[in-house]
């Protein structure tokens, strides 16, 4: 009896870790898809023609790796992905972030909820002119075995100060 029990507490201990140890990756590997993507994101050098269809279009090729299709879809059609180049067109200054933060609020094994909190910089020939807070949630989905960008309630409000 008590080898049964041994056996069984075994077993369960043994499940207990893998399942956290799976779980941890996972959480990190969509951490770091998302910590890559706002990176992208919000990495935006200055330029006089940021807003040509040319340029338009390159960006959002360059977003659309890091989304899922149908999240791909609509943030074309909203503009979505060129809103970093506007705050930068509008300023005549290079757009990055510093301090992002990422937080997992849930998470199953096919998609993740991430609070992130950063400082958009804009730069005016190198030097700091602006730094706004900014907060959002992302969710990221399992797709093909790699994190895409379902979906992102990015701060309007603090975007709206930019503009």
Known sequence: MKKLLWILCST?????LITGCNTNKAENAAIQAAETYKNKEYNVAASDNLLSIESIEKRNEEMKPFFTENFSKKAIATRYTTLPVSVAHTHQASVTSENLKLTVLDQTDDWTDLKYTADL?????EKE???VPLEGILTLLLVDGKWLVQGDRFDKAAFQKLF
Request: aromatic content about 0%; cysteine-free.
């Open 129 to 131: 002119s602006v730094r």
């Open 12 to 16: 369960a201990l043994a499940t207990i």
């Open 121 to 125: 910089v804009l730069l005016d020939q």
